[in-house]
């Protein structure tokens, strides 16, 4: 059975850092794109970023790129979001999500975690 | 503003058909996959529908996709009250140099 479980959330103050977790499990790790998308309160779904089975290609939304990092540990299973720089409008849900394929270009997520809450507040 | 536009809310009743709509330009919809997503209240999305018109397993075929030139739709019929959520398209995008996006989503209520 797949499995994806975020932590890492919580309260922290405008300009800190956070490194988000998912660990993954049921599947080939490896073999599949990874994303984490997020959702502000009350808000849409904005998908964040992207990274290749290999960790070699990703992507960011222009609205985080330069203050996260996507990252990948094939050896633990487990995917990664470092982020600095926080912002208000960074507050949401982050969500990681496992790809239907190798392929980045593909926003196709068969599977969810529950999703971790980020608030960035003073 | 998102880059693919949805309609804000759609409605129906028990038993109806309903169409929601998905609009998006030459470098997204036009060039790309589309993908639909549910949202339940509280919960993460669910993966509707995959490469236009494609169900995942365990997906009733009371959902379908469609897509023509820039837009896309999702089709509901034999609406259900379990199908009130918010709803959202996805594709990716080539004029972005980010991942792709998603529609603003659209609430579906069930009268």
């Known amino acids: 059975e797949v499995q994806l479980l975020d932590s890492g959330g919580g309260l922290i103050q405008p300009g800190g850092s956070l490194r988000l977790s998912c660990e993954a499990s049921?599947?080939?790790?490896?073999?599949?794109?990874m994303s984490w998308v997020r959702q502000a309160p009350g808000k849409g779904l904005e998908w964040v970023s992207v990274?290749?089975?290999?960790?070699?290609?990703?992507y960011y939304a222009d609205s985080v790129k330069g203050r996260f990092t996507i990252s990948r540990d094939n050896s633990m299973n487990t995917l990664y979001l470092q982020m600095h720089g926080l912002r208000a409008e960074d507050t949401a849900v982050y969500y990681c999500?496992?790809?239907?394929?190798?392929?980045?270009?593909?926003?196709?997520?068969?599977?969810w975690g529950q999703g971790t809450l980020v608030t960035v507040s003073s | 503003q998102s880059v693919l536009t949805q309609p804000p809310s759609a409605s129906g009743t028990p038993g109806q058909r309903v169409t929601i709509s998905c609009s998006g330009s030459?470098?997204?919809?036009?060039?790309?996959?589309v993908y639909w997503y549910q949202q339940l209240p509280g919960t993460a999305p669910k993966l509707l529908i995959y490469r236009n018109d494609q169900r995942p397993s365990g997906v009733p075929d009371r959902f379908s996709g469609s897509k023509s030139g820039t837009s896309a739709s999702l089709a509901i019929s034999g609406l259900r009250s379990e199908d009130e959520a918010d709803y959202y398209c996805a594709a990716w995008d080539d004029s972005l140099s980010g991942p792709g996006v998603f529609g603003g989503g659209t609430k579906l209520t069930v009268l």
């Open positions: 030459s470098s997204n919809i036009g060039t790309n996959y």
């Open positions: 990274i290749s089975g290999s960790g070699g290609s990703t």
């Open positions: 049921g599947f080939t790790f490896i073999s599949y794109a």
């Open positions: 999500a496992k790809g239907g394929s190798s392929l980045v270009t593909r926003p196709s997520f068969d599977y």
